[in-house]
């Protein structure tokens, strides 16, 4: 069966599957090729009759990666890529009512992903909280974010993120939706898409509460380092970087290869090649979004201290053990002390002092002090447990913010992964058991998965998370309360207080 709707550039077609109407590939901006490469986004141009919206739209241009591929599932078959990719899927349980709408924003290195992922399926969401779920794609890599002053415009990435808002407002009451009460989430560079929207005067107003996990107010590039960058990509594409006519009439295969060429996490094959590529041990993502004086002013992070996200409710988070993910993707041979040491030296300026912290507080708690697992719980904290627990200091003086902490443990490579970055992906969407491999199985995981999606459900309805599953006390910069999410639902107090103090005068 069918169901179609109305929107502003006319009606679409979509599927009633299992109690829900579902729309895949809806149009939200023009196709952004041809004169539009490098643009923001456009306007859909309107079409007559009945556009058939059952099947995804063709995904961002990315390459594959090795490293994140032999840990986490792929689609099968591969996902038609273009650069014709602006196009969003709703799951809704009816075209009737004013319901929560909650706007998903994939993650992925600002280079890799889409909203049509197997992961994201809206389907468990939208039927267990009665809620219309979007998942969105936006322009990735070079495409997305390259910034070059010949071509006058940058950003392009987040502002199709600020498009599908504005579709959002315009259309999702035709889809069973209230615009007035939207909840942005996003994971990794889309908990970092999230800050950015609440920070930026050009998504003001088009949503109402906001869920950055894994990836928080910390991650955007100045003008200075964007321009060096776009430099080197435009050495590896082998024209001028004034030559505009040439950028945007090469071809799309030489723009994708000449993004990867400046990109050490696309050819990284573990977190040390990261780190050795970008001769730092948190090395800049080339692609992310740019302090350009308009979509961005300032760090995302300072325009949330300033108010820029006023009223909007925040729940903000990370995993116990994010790096994990990359970390077994690694070298076999364990990390020594002086290669840890060294590591530190590139993040702290007291590396022995940090490192010491970190091994007394885990041996305090008797958990494991090796070099390993104190690099890797490290880079995890600065890359993304602080700038999270940074953006929880500065929105809780703005609007009910509360905080999680993520410590379910992934059973793949006999516990390698542990709580790794990605794991509260199924959870949050309810899909755990299309990856049982990665997410666990079995009764535990089903109920977990059930408390996940209530939390986030709950906060989407309420701007509280709080629900028969779990208690989330609203943020204090004092007494520091996080919701542990994981086996044992919990609430603790500074967690993991010890070592994240060693960040407080390096990390603002």
Same mark, same amino acid.
């Not at 579902?22 to 090729?33: D, E, L």
């Not at 939706?177 to 908990?191: H, L, M, R, W």
């Not at 990856?435 to 009764?443: I, L, M, Y």
């Given at each position: 069966?069918?169901?179609?709707?109305?929107?502003?550039?006319?009606?679409?077609?979509?599927?009633?599957?299992?109690?829900?109407?579902?729309?895949?590939? !809806?149009?939200?901006?023009?196709?952004?090729?041809?004169?539009?490469?490098?643009?923001?986004?456009?306007?859909?141009?309107?079409?007559?009759?009945?556009?058939?919206?059952?099947?995804?739209?063709?995904?961002?241009?990315?390459?594959?990666?090795?490293?994140?591929?032999?840990?986490?599932?792929?689609?099968?078959?591969?996902?038609?890529?273009?650069?014709?990719?602006?196009?969003?899927?709703?799951?809704?349980?009816?075209?009737?009512?004013?319901?929560?709408?909650?706007?998903?924003?994939?993650?992925?290195?600002?280079?890799?992903?889409?909203?049509?992922?197997?992961?994201?399926?809206?389907?468990?969401?939208?039927?267990?909280?009665?809620?219309? !779920?979007?998942?969105?794609?936006?322009?990735?890599?070079?495409?997305?974010?390259?910034?070059?002053?010949?071509?006058?415009?940058?950003?392009?990435?987040?502002?199709?993120?600020?498009?599908?808002?504005?579709?959002?407002?315009?259309?999702?009451?035709?889809?069973?939706?209230?615009?007035?009460?939207?909840?942005?989430?996003?994971?990794?560079?889309?908990?970092?898409?999230?800050?950015?929207?609440?920070?930026?005067?050009?998504?003001?107003?088009?949503?109402?509460?906001?869920?950055?996990?894994?990836?928080?107010?910390?991650?955007?590039?100045?003008?200075?380092?964007?321009?060096?960058?776009?430099?080197?990509?435009?050495?590896?594409?082998?024209?001028?970087?004034?030559?505009?006519?040439?950028?945007?009439?090469?071809?799309?295969?030489?723009?994708?290869?000449?993004?990867?060429?400046?990109?050490?996490?696309?050819?990284?094959?573990?977190?040390?090649?990261?780190?050795?590529?970008?001769?730092?041990?948190?090395?800049?993502?080339?692609?992310?979004?740019?302090?350009?004086?308009?979509?961005?002013?300032?760090?995302?992070?300072?325009?949330? %201290?300033?108010?820029?996200?006023?009223?909007?409710?925040?729940?903000?988070?990370?995993?116990?053990?994010?790096?994990?993910?990359?970390?077994?993707?690694?070298?076999?041979?364990?990390?020594?002390?002086?290669?840890?040491?060294?590591?530190?030296?590139?993040?702290?300026?007291?590396?022995?002092?940090?490192?010491?912290?970190?091994?007394?507080? %885990?041996?305090?708690?008797?958990?494991?002090?090796?070099?390993?697992?104190?690099?890797?719980?490290?880079?995890?904290?600065?890359?993304?447990?602080?700038?999270?627990?940074?953006?929880?200091?500065?929105?809780?003086?703005?609007?009910?913010?509360?905080?999680?902490?993520?410590?379910?443990?992934?059973?793949?490579?006999?516990?390698?992964?542990?709580?790794?970055?990605?794991?509260?992906?199924?959870?949050?969407?309810?899909?755990?058991?299309?990856?049982?491999?990665?997410?666990?199985?079995?009764?535990?995981?089903?109920?977990?998965?059930?408390?996940?999606?209530?939390?986030?459900?709950?906060?989407?309805?309420?701007?509280?998370?709080?629900?028969?599953?779990?208690?989330?006390?609203?943020?204090?910069?004092?007494?520091?309360?996080?919701?542990?999410?994981?086996?044992?639902?919990?609430?603790?107090?500074?967690?993991?207080?010890?070592?994240?103090?060693?960040?407080?005068?390096?990390?603002?």
């Amino acid at each position: 069966m069918s169901a179609i709707a109305q929107t502003t550039a006319g009606r679409v077609e979509g599927s009633e599957e299992h109690g829900l109407c579902v729309f895949r590939g !809806i149009p939200f901006a023009a196709p952004p090729v041809g004169e539009l490469r490098f643009k923001a986004p456009q306007p859909v141009e309107p079409w007559d009759g009945v556009r058939e919206a059952k099947s995804f739209g063709p995904i961002s241009l990315q390459a594959p990666n090795e490293m994140l591929e032999a840990l986490l599932p792929v689609p099968d078959p591969p996902q038609p890529q273009s650069e014709d990719c602006l196009y969003l899927n709703v799951w809704t349980p009816g075209l009737d009512g004013s319901r929560p709408v909650m706007v998903w924003i994939h993650g992925g290195a600002f280079t890799i992903g889409s909203g049509s992922e197997d992961y994201y399926d809206g389907a468990n969401l939208a039927a267990r909280g009665d809620v219309v !779920i979007v998942t969105i794609n936006y322009r990735l890599g070079a495409l997305g974010f390259l910034n070059l002053p010949a071509l006058g415009e940058t950003n392009f990435g987040m502002r199709d993120q600020v498009a599908a808002l504005m579709w959002v407002q315009d259309n999702i009451a035709s889809f069973g939706g209230d615009p007035g009460n939207v909840t942005i989430f996003g994971e990794s560079a889309g908990g970092m898409s999230v800050a950015s929207l609440m920070a930026s005067p050009e998504a003001a107003g088009l949503f109402h509460k906001a869920i950055p996990q894994s990836g928080a107010g910390h991650n955007a590039l100045s003008i200075e380092e964007t321009n060096t960058t776009a430099l080197k990509f435009c050495q590896a594409l082998g024209v001028d970087p004034d030559d505009v006519d040439a950028l945007m009439s090469a071809d799309p295969a030489d723009i994708l290869a000449a993004s990867v060429a400046v990109d050490p996490i696309a050819s990284a094959e573990s977190a040390s090649d990261m780190a050795d590529a970008g001769a730092s041990a948190t090395p800049q993502m080339p692609f992310q979004p740019v302090i350009d004086g308009a979509f961005l002013s300032v760090l995302p992070i300072d325009h949330i %201290r300033q108010g820029s996200a006023d009223g909007i409710a925040t729940l903000v988070g990370s995993l116990d053990e994010e790096l994990k993910l990359l970390a077994a993707a690694g070298p076999t041979e364990p990390m020594t002390d002086e290669a840890a040491l060294a590591m530190f030296g590139m993040i702290h300026p007291d590396p022995e002092s940090a490192y010491a912290s970190y091994r007394a507080a %885990r041996r305090e708690r008797g958990e494991d002090d090796s070099a390993n697992e104190i690099f890797v719980a490290a880079i995890g904290d600065v890359m993304l447990r602080v700038p999270g627990l940074r953006l929880a200091d500065a929105q809780t003086m703005r609007a009910p913010t509360y905080a999680y902490l993520f410590d379910w443990k992934s059973p793949a490579m006999d516990g390698a992964l542990g709580s790794c970055h990605a794991l509260e992906l199924p959870f949050v969407f309810g899909a755990h058991a299309t990856v049982p491999e990665f997410a666990g199985t079995g009764p535990e995981a089903d109920a977990f998965a059930e408390a996940t999606m209530d939390t986030w459900l709950a906060f989407a309805r309420t701007g509280n998370p709080n629900s028969d599953a779990a208690e989330a006390p609203i943020w204090d910069t004092q007494s520091k309360p996080l919701m542990v999410l994981g086996p044992n639902i919990r609430v603790e107090h500074d967690w993991r207080g010890p070592e994240l103090s060693v960040w407080d005068n390096v990390i603002s």
